[in-house]
């Protein structure tokens, strides 16, 4: 492709700022009419009134806000403020990893870097409000990682559940939705490109240092225990990107 050919004209490159700007707009309507998830949004007319623009416009907006997860588009019944979905968010950082491997896998490392940060610096927090009960189910959890792995079983399921109940007593949604993002991400760059076979004995060891950690209320030995986890899922990757 030519260098002519990549350059983004001036009146298209207003046009996107236009739209953003219009994108914009409409969230912020959303929210100076107190509108909350799975309430009705106004239809296209009425924002094409009160923003004065055309319906065509606002249909395009209206699309990019949809494919974001801010609203919904149900045929037949009209726009809503759409529910908590990360899968658009998923689905663009899955592909910017996966594209990242090709050049080292900076983009890949970085989000093992995020998700090392949050669930090794917020360990301490959820072994503060550890009830038995949360540790009943971590254990639970953790004998069938490792009934799975004696089976030759792989166990992604479980070791995702694992790592939500240890941050299950901060009663955070949002924490919980951006490790369950991380670890899809993770997830689809493992089985598009393959990381090789899995020693699943050892993986369900390591959740179990992490396990009795958790349980004896040791939070540095905790953050230490998740930390190495986390160093050896960055080095598996970066095996995969020296290929």
Same mark, same amino acid.
Do not use: C
């Given at each position: 492709?030519? #260098? =002519?050919?990549?350059?983004?004209?001036?009146?298209?490159?207003?046009?996107? #700022?236009?739209?953003?700007? &219009?994108?914009?707009?409409?969230?912020?309507?959303?929210?100076?009419? *107190?509108?909350?998830? /799975?309430?009705?949004?106004?239809?296209?007319? !009425?924002?094409?009134?009160?923003? *004065?623009? *055309?319906?065509?416009?606002?249909?395009?907006?209206?699309?990019?806000?949809?494919?974001?997860?801010?609203? =919904?588009?149900?045929?037949?019944?009209?726009? $809503?403020?759409?529910?908590?979905?990360? @899968?658009?968010?998923?689905? /663009?950082?899955?592909?910017? /990893?996966?594209? @990242?491997?090709?050049?080292?896998?900076?983009?890949?490392?970085?989000? #093992?870097?995020?998700?090392?940060?949050?669930? @090794?610096?917020?360990? /301490?927090?959820? #072994?503060?409000?550890?009830? !038995? =009960?949360?540790? @009943?189910?971590?254990r639970s959890t953790l004998e069938q990682m490792e009934t799975a792995g004696d089976a030759g079983q792989a166990f992604a399921e479980l070791d995702a559940?694992?790592?939500?109940?240890?941050?299950?007593?901060?009663?955070?949604? &949002?924490?919980?939705?951006?490790?369950?993002? $991380?670890?899809?991400?993770?997830?689809?760059?493992?089985?598009?490109?393959?990381?090789?076979?899995?020693?699943?004995?050892?993986?369900?060891?390591?959740?179990? !240092?992490?396990?009795?950690?958790?349980?004896?209320?040791?939070?540095?030995?905790?953050?230490?225990?998740?930390?190495?986890? $986390?160093?050896?899922?960055?080095?598996?990757?970066?095996?995969?990107?020296?290929?």
């Amino acid at each position: 492709m030519s #260098i =002519e050919s990549r350059v983004v004209s001036p009146a298209r490159f207003s046009a996107q #700022i236009r739209s953003h700007v &219009l994108q914009t707009r409409i969230m912020d309507l959303i929210l100076e009419q *107190g509108l909350d998830v /799975g309430d009705a949004m106004p239809t296209e007319t !009425e924002l094409s009134a009160v923003l *004065g623009v *055309g319906r065509n416009t606002v249909r395009e907006s209206l699309k990019v806000l949809q494919a974001l997860g801010v609203i =919904e588009i149900r045929h037949g019944f009209g726009m $809503f403020v759409a529910p908590n979905n990360f @899968s658009a968010l998923t689905d /663009g950082l899955a592909f910017r /990893g996966r594209l @990242s491997l090709r050049h080292r896998g900076e983009e890949a490392m970085e989000l #093992i870097d995020v998700r090392q940060a949050l669930e @090794s610096g917020l360990i /301490g927090s959820a #072994i503060d409000l550890m009830t !038995e =009960e949360h540790l @009943s189910d971590l254990r639970s959890t953790l004998e069938q990682m490792e009934t799975a792995g004696d089976a030759g079983q792989a166990f992604a399921e479980l070791d995702a559940e694992f790592h939500r109940g240890l941050y299950a007593p901060l009663n955070n949604e &949002l924490l919980i939705d951006l490790m369950d993002v $991380f670890w899809k991400v993770y997830r689809q760059i493992h089985q598009a490109l393959g990381t090789g076979p899995v020693d699943l004995p050892e993986l369900a060891r390591v959740h179990r !240092e992490i396990y009795e950690a958790v349980a004896d209320k040791d939070k540095t030995l905790a953050s230490e225990r998740l930390q190495r986890h $986390f160093d050896g899922i960055r080095q598996k990757l970066k095996d995969v990107a020296a290929r």
